[in-house]
């Protein structure tokens, strides 16, 4: 219960003739996933009077690109092609398994679901041919009814808001295991088995999946609106997902995501604004920035009041005897952070650990401080410095 590979040309031409019966499929549609491949009657074929459900020894099936090819004996998957060209049955051979662009993993499958049956050579008492759409299967559209839940993590700022994102967009699909599919979804159906008795079911689970999709997108530290830029990730996020019931049970795999919106309610959105800014502000420097140009818009403002521009003033005058002073304390309080950030005279930083020090050994993890260069130290960053050096290589600063 074999194929053997029939070449193409004279000789496919000459086996073909000698082809008892001939099982053929045409093009497989869009919304066609399986279907039973039936007895052709024609010119390639002599054996006009055979069962449908009996495959005779020598027969002839072919396989198209983009299609997947099972044989079923007794219910029992015992052979499987997914490369395009044309096959003699031998019921004399053991399984040939070509599998194409299926890859290695169908073979497991095969080992674990499939049983071959023998019957000493004779045939059984049905067998049967299906054909399954390995394409594609694109334009799936779908969309969240409720709102997803989405961590919205910048650990830069300290943000970390839980939020709700509505989406929608398309995915598609396609066939990477005929053997689980047949075995777990279509079975022996009579004729065909089409994508609408699946895809209700199929966009319900895809919905429910992209919320744990969704989580590990904010592990990536990732805004709502910055989701539609990172498919491939979702993608991968998704086939997690839907592993088992997807890929286990029913040989599906997620091809592409493509979200065509991602949107957060009012709320959300101003309530993200405000933790930004407030973030923002908490630099002295932005925020003595901010308060200085707001003077002087108050300033502008004052000389236009229709009242006098001296009434105005005066209100300015005031406001400026509070507020320049506090302008002035947070430009102090920006210098001095900026000069804590910088290293002490002296400094360099440990090749072990990385940490600052200025002592002969690293208070971090005990590391001796380098031999000297004869150039030196960067006052500046702590790096060594080349002789002659006139400027720091790592940070740029002025030497000489």
């Known amino acids: 219960m ?5 070449a193409l040309g004279a000789l496919g031409g000459t086996l073909a003739d000698t082809w ?8 497989l549609d869009k919304d066609t996933l399986m279907v039973k491949g039936e007895k052709m009657i024609g010119n390639r074929s002599s054996n006009r009077k055979g069962n449908d459900n009996i495959i005779s020894n020598g027969s002839g099936i072919v396989v198209a690109d983009g299609q997947c090819m099972i044989i ?17 049955y031998d019921t004399s051979t053991e399984p040939s398994l070509f599998t194409g662009s299926l890859g290695e993993a169908i073979k497991e499958t095969f080992a674990l679901l499939g049983k071959r049956i023998g019957y000493g050579g004779d045939t059984g008492h049905d067998q049967r041919v299906y054909y399954f759409n390995t394409k594609e299967l694109i334009d799936n559209k779908f969309g969240t009814p409720n709102p997803i839940p989405f961590r919205v993590v910048d650990s ?5 808001l839980d939020v709700s994102v509505r989406c929608s967009g398309v995915y598609s699909y396609k066939i990477v295991d005929p053997i689980r599919f047949y075995t777990n979804i279509a079975g022996n159906v009579s004729d065909v088995y089409k994508r609408s008795e699946i895809d209700e079911q199929l966009k319900t689970e895809f919905i429910s999946a992209l919320q744990p999709a969704f989580g590990q997108l904010s592990a990536l530290q990732l ?18 997902q839907l592993s088992e019931k997807w890929g286990e049970l029913r040989g599906l795999q997620v091809v592409n995501v493509a979200l065509g919106s991602v949107t957060l309610p009012e709320e959300d959105q101003e309530l993200i604004k405000q933790t930004q800014r407030g973030a923002a502000l908490s630099n002295p420097n932005l925020a003595a920035g901010v308060m200085a140009g707001a003077t002087a818009n108050a300033m502008e403002n004052a000389a236009k009041n229709e009242g006098g521009a001296m009434n105005g003033l005066v209100g300015v005058g005031m406001a400026m005897n509070t507020g320049g002073n506090t302008v002035a304390s947070l430009f ?6 900026n000069a804590a950030a910088a290293p002490a005279a002296g400094a360099w930083t440990c090749p072990e650990c990385g940490q600052q020090a200025t002592g002969n050994f690293c208070a971090n993890c005990g590391t001796k401080k380098p031999e000297q260069a004869a150039g030196g130290f960067c006052p500046n960053c702590g790096q060594p410095v080349a002789p002659g050096s006139k400027f720091c290589a790592n940070c740029g600063h002025q030497l000489q």
Not at 156 to 160: S, V
Not at 225 to 239: F, G, Q, R, S, Y
């Open 2 to 6: 074999g194929l053997l590979s029939a």
């Open 20 to 27: 008892k019966d001939w099982f053929y499929c045409e093009a």
């Open 72 to 88: 079923v004996d007794q219910g029992k998957v015992v052979e499987i092609c997914a490369e395009p060209g044309e096959f003699t």
């Open 156 to 160: 830069k700022i300290g943000l970390d």
């Open 223 to 240: 805004r709502p609106n910055e989701i539609v830029t990172h498919n491939k990730e979702l993608e991968d996020a998704m086939n997690a």
């Open 332 to 337: 102090q309080q920006g210098q001095a952070q």
